[in-house]
């Protein structure tokens, strides 16, 4: 943790805010959450401006700005190119989770485009799925900002009370055991996140044994 704030701060304010904001815009826009949560982005975002490396409401609002106007390029993506996107071999492994999204979306409506905005998968495909549902834009909109606004929020506030936490902790207690601290949490949240991508493989592998019955003729 002293190791990554520290190369933070080393980078320019302007790059700071640029990368932030372009990670959280490219996750909904161009579907980088696969590999790159923009929630990471947001979190270390806030963790700078604790360190007086950036303006706290500055890259909340950056943060926000590029989660809705990411949605919104998201949501034109699928209404335009929608049903050849769907069909694309990069999604045949992920075919579980998306056929759950379509489902959640013809049951939730606006409200799994705000709902979506906090699970990664839902997050980097909701925007394209309701532009292919042909959802209204202003529907889609409303329920997109208000995802936005609290989702920015949330996680750019965590990465700046942690980033204050990680400094209180260290000058009360020292550095060392500051860092075997972090260092015990991170790894609490690596292990949650193996666990969350074992039961999504898990739910996938059951979804595509089932479809493969389904499909498989009967033979006399």
Sequence with gaps: MNSLLHRILDIAPIWVYL????????????????????????????????QGHALLWLMILLVVAAAIIGDSVGYEVGKHVGPRL?????????????????????????WAVF????TAFFRAMMPALAGTSRMPYRRFLLFNAAGGIVWGT??????????????????????DL?????????????VWKLRERRHERAFEAEYEATHEGLMTPETD
């Excluded at 959450?33 to 700078?48: D, K, M, R, Y």
């Design 86 to 110: 769907l069909q694309a071999s990069m999604l045949d492994r992920h075919r579980g989770r998306l056929d759950r999204a379509q489902d959640y979306l013809a049951r939730r409506g606006g």
């Design 178 to 190: 500051a860092i075997g601290v972090v260092a015990i949490v991170v790894l609490a949240l690596i």
């Design 19 to 50: 990368v932030v904001t372009l990670l959280v815009f490219a996750e909904d826009a161009i579907f980088v959450g696969f590999v790159i949560p923009g929630e990471t982005a947001a979190v270390l975002g806030g963790v700078a401006a604790s």
């Design 154 to 175: 949330a996680f750019v506030v965590l990465g700046f009370v942690a980033g204050q936490s990680y400094e209180a902790v260290a000058k009360t207690v020292g550095r």
């Design 115 to 118: 709902l979506g905005r906090f």
